[in-house]
């Protein structure tokens, strides 16, 4: 029989007992923090998107009713896009998770955490620490990342652990290790604001980041506004520069800029001399890529390139980059976003004012797992095999250096790879939804099925992952617990519990408790009592790294200065900017502290449009009342009024023509391993050849190509074959 410890979180004061953790409402679990007005306000961060976006939360009778934009916060300035307004109502759905789930049936939760342990170290035992991994989110606190990690790799003895941060920021995560030396988004929204030219490449702001489009639309420059995507998106249409550019020929087009540039003498030589390494081999390479090769390859003419080039070439003054999935989620990512990289540099476009090469993150905390989910990064930006390293973070966290793998973790596709070859039996799946979310869908459900023993932590059990699971753990969603988000920006903010979660679901972060206590390793856990308690330890595995954070007191810090961009070192506590970016001193996190040129060739994408397939599907953001699979969006009544009714599929009026198509038409459309029916949107903002689909529908991931970046293992969503016919009745 289990016990449990008293845990010191607000949620509670006396013991765990057994009957406690069987009917926690009834004693209170999960009640309002006593430090909220129970008719106030509390601010908090928003739990949807990277932005970040500070919240005013009203309060009545001790519960948030509503949510409001909070004017003072330094990201959103007042304004909010419509998941921020509606961010309290998936809280109240019909279909909220209440207790725990064994194959389908309702338990308890001192019987799940007997058989979560008894089963994981069952599995362990027979197969090895590789045959058990859990995958994670960029939803949930950057505490609850920090304690699962922990408590999965140093703790329970698990060697493999991802998140699906990697289907959205692991190319550059990847990239800027590699070309500054550190995972180091250098900008601040402020720069939006402050560009003479903003180039956005595969990013439509307008409609994935409204708050930062608004941003945009906030700049006195008058500045030119550079759009590089194969579709006419919202934010093509108010670009002063919009690039149809043949899909994934964007790399192509990035060297073509370069050749440009260095032909033009439109070259910052000054810069690249003092504080870059690789460009002299970097310039040779990209002689290959003249204006009349560059334009057959994308579909732009040579007057284009060159407007182009002139429009970013040293002595323009503040020029941005800006890029997102459209580059992310690519074959070839990583060396596209190098790309960027490397005109940044080359025109000394980075650590100034409205400058920078900057990767627009995607879930609300993206960024908090990259510095500390404990997956392929040892907690705070570490080297799993860097035996100092090992040695720090353990010293910092008080765990002996042996519990420390001296490996990081398969990624996110191999993990699945290792599922369905059987070398992985058991999987722990935290708050996301991978059988709607990842590429080749049947395929992903198909290697489910060899598992041993599937574990799903989540909101909701009605999800199509959690449907799965032999095990369901329910869990409390934002606005029901507390913890840290990092923002695009590097801003830390807090996030507040004002409503108590339904029925027995708790807090990741109590979930986590329990299992650490369930598995013996109450003593090795002691310290870890509470989300702030866990801020504490995760800052001290800063300290000295890029991302330190020693300055930041704690919560009530945070919430007073409207949150705090990393880097803050304990010696600048008392006087930093809200606004700072990186490398104002041009000095890089490199061991000779240059940027480095990192470059490849192009390669073709590795599903091509053929005679049987002869189109290339295009998915992307929907509306920004939408939200990836859509588990809470569709919740809401007021979101789903703002996005359209059903699914629809963009086609080129050529391509609807030759099908004798018509807008509003049933159609078909069909990949290698799917089909899919739908209506028929007629748009000329595709080009020929190519058709869109929002990502949103539970069915298009049945339709893509399982193919990812060989350096960031990120998956390829934008790019596969599929045809389209007229479906008849």
Same mark, same amino acid.
């Given at each position: 029989?289990?016990?449990?410890? /008293? ?22 679990? !999960? ?78 939760? /001192? ?8 089963? #994981?170290?069952?599995? #362990? ?7 058990? /991994? ?77 708050? #930062? ?106 020029? $941005?980059? *800006? ?24 025109? !000394? ?9 900057? $990767? ?37 966290? !008080? ?28 999987? *722990? ?8 979310? *990842? ?80 598995? !013996? ?6 310290? *870890? ?74 390669? $073709? ?70 089909? #899919? ?53």
């Amino acid at each position: 029989m289990i016990t449990f410890p /008293a845990p010191t979180f607000r949620e509670w004061s006396g013991p765990l007992t057994e009957d406690l953790v069987r009917d926690p409402a009834k004693f209170g679990l !999960g009640q309002i923090p006593r430090r909220l007005q129970p008719n106030g306000t509390a601010k908090s961060i928003c739990g949807f998107c990277s932005t970040g976006c500070g919240l005013t939360l009203h309060l009545k009778d001790g519960v948030a009713i509503n949510a409001t934009p909070d004017p003072d916060y330094p990201v959103n300035k007042g304004t909010a896009c419509p998941k921020g307004w509606e961010a309290l109502t998936p809280l109240d759905a019909a279909d909220r998770a209440k207790t725990p789930k064994l194959n389908g049936e309702p338990t308890d939760w /001192a019987t799940a955490m007997q058989i979560f342990c008894d089963r #994981m170290k069952s599995v #362990m035992a027979e197969h090895g620490p590789e045959s058990a /991994a859990y995958i994670s989110t960029g939803q949930i606190m950057s505490e609850e990342m920090g304690f699962l990690g922990a408590l999965a790799k140093f703790g329970m003895g698990m060697i493999h652990g991802d998140g699906n941060t990697r289907q959205c920021m692991a190319t550059a995560v990847t990239a800027y290790k590699e070309s500054f030396g550190f995972d180091a988004p250098p900008f601040t929204y402020a720069d939006f604001e402050e560009s003479d030219v903003l180039v956005f490449i595969g990013a439509n702001p307008c409609i994935a980041h409204p708050i #930062m489009w608004q941003r945009v639309l906030r700049n006195k420059r008058q500045p030119q506004i550079i759009v590089v995507d194969p579709r006419t998106t919202e934010t093509a249409m108010a670009a002063t520069q919009h690039y149809a550019i043949q899909p994934k020929s964007d790399l192509t087009l990035l060297y073509g800029l370069a050749y440009l540039l260095i032909r033009d003498g439109a070259v910052d030589t000054t810069f690249v001399e003092e504080h870059t390494s690789g460009y002299a081999e970097f310039a040779e390479f990209v002689q290959s890529y003249p204006p009349e090769q560059v334009a057959s390859i994308t579909g732009l003419t040579v007057t284009q390139l060159q407007t182009f080039a002139d429009s970013i070439r040293i002595g323009t003054p503040r020029v $941005s980059f *800006w890029w997102t999935m459209g580059v992310n989620q690519s074959h070839q990512a990583t060396r596209t976003a190098q790309a960027i990289i490397n005109l940044a540099l080359m025109t !000394g476009n980075i650590g100034k004012s409205g400058t920078g090469a900057n $990767s627009i993150t995607g879930q609300c905390n993206a960024m908090g797992s990259r510095l500390f989910s404990n997956t392929t990064n040892l907690i705070g930006g570490h080297d799993f095999k860097n035996p100092a390293h090992r040695e720090k973070v353990a010293e910092a966290i !008080g765990f002996p250096v042996e519990s420390i793998p001296d490996q990081p973790s398969l990624a996110y596709d191999q993990i699945l790879e290792g599922v369905e070859s059987g070398k992985i039996k058991a999987l *722990w799946i935290i708050a996301t939804n991978p059988s709607h979310s *990842w590429i080749n869908q049947k395929r992903f459900n198909d290697l489910l099925n060899k598992l041993d023993f599937l574990v799903v932590q989540d909101m909701y059990d009605t999800t199509e992952t959690a449907q799965r699971a032999h095990l369901f753990l329910p869990a409390a969603a934002w606005g029901e617990k507390e913890g840290t988000f990092i923002n695009s920006e590097r801003r830390l903010g807090v996030s507040r519990q004002v409503r108590r979660a339904p029925g027995q679901a708790l807090s990741d972060f109590r979930i986590f408790r329990l299992i650490a206590h369930a598995w !013996g390793l109450a003593d090795q856990f002691a310290e *870890w009592t509470s989300p702030e308690a866990v801020f504490q330890i995760l800052k001290r595995c800063t300290q000295d790294q890029p991302c330190d954070i020693t300055g930041i007191e704690d919560y009530a810090m945070l919430q007073k200065s409207g949150g705090i961009q990393w880097p803050l070192k304990k010696a600048h506590a008392t006087d930093f900017q809200t606004e700072r970016r990186l490398f104002s001193d041009a000095q890089f996190f490199t061991p000779d502290q240059r940027a480095r040129f990192i470059f490849d060739p192009p390669e $073709s994408p590795t599903e091509l449009p053929d005679d049987d397939y002869p189109l290339i599907l295009i998915t992307g953001r929907g509306t920004s009342a939408q939200w990836h699979t859509e588990t809470r969006t569709a919740k809401s009544e007021v979101l789903k009024k703002l996005a359209p009714s059903e699914v629809y599929l963009e086609i080129h009026p050529e391509d609807a023509s030759a099908q004798k198509i018509r807008d509003g038409d049933r159609v078909t459309i069909q990949s290698r391993r799917a089909s #899919m029916t739908l209506k028929a949107r007629i748009s000329p903002g595709v080009s020929p050849g190519q058709v869109f689909l929002p990502m949103h529908d539970k069915r298009v991931n049945q339709l893509t190509h399982w193919s990812v970046d060989p350096h960031s293992r990120q998956p390829s969503y934008k790019h596969c074959a599929v045809k389209v016919v007229l479906k008849l009745d």
